[in-house]
């Protein structure tokens, strides 16, 4: 079934430098807690009105959550909710849950994670770690590559 709003909410063609051909910056993210929230927001919103501002605050209010270990930190405050202006609880778990398995797969940067990605035993033990999450669907999964530049 398809609806008015699907092709809103389809990522924008690249072009060969890995940015939107349409003139604007590409999905993909230097920044883990970027990569982490764009993903776990993008289900059934509107890319351009809800996701992408919520993900720009969160790069502009903590530029040092594009490590793991630095967005960790700041998920400690309890401050994404405001962050994000997000509110949903079911969302912000699964922001907590990618991040853990981030942790648990050690990866700390988005080389990292491209590196992951790109090594096929690797992938396939993270796919199966995020696909453990709620609401990581194989999309998700593939979306998560786009983001990180895959």
């Known amino acids: 079934m398809t609806s008015e709003n699907d092709a809103a909410n389809l990522p924008a063609p690249m072009d ?3 940015t ?3 003139t604007e910056a ?3 993210w230097d920044h883990i807690g970027a990569i982490i929230v764009d993903a776990t927001l993008q289900r059934r919103q509107n890319y351009h009105e809800t996701v ?6 969160l790069i502009a209010a903590w530029p040092d959550a594009a490590t793991t270990s630095g967005f960790r930190q700041h998920l400690e405050t309890g401050k994404l909710s405001d962050v994000i202006s997000w509110p949903s609880p ?3 778990a ?3 849950d990618i991040t853990r398995v981030f942790e648990r797969q050690g990866i700390e940067t988005v080389m990292e994670l491209r590196a992951t990605l790109g090594d096929p035993a690797r992938r396939t033990v993270l796919r199966e770690a995020l696909g453990a999450v709620r609401h990581v669907s194989p999309k998700t999964l593939d979306y998560i590559d786009t983001l990180s530049g895959v």
């Open 20 to 22: 939107d051909a349409s």
């Open 90 to 92: 079911g969302r912000l």
């Open 94 to 96: 699964q922001v907590e």
């Open 52 to 57: 992408k501002p919520r993900v720009d605050a």
């Open 16 to 18: 060969s430098h890995g």
């Open 26 to 28: 590409g999905r993909g």
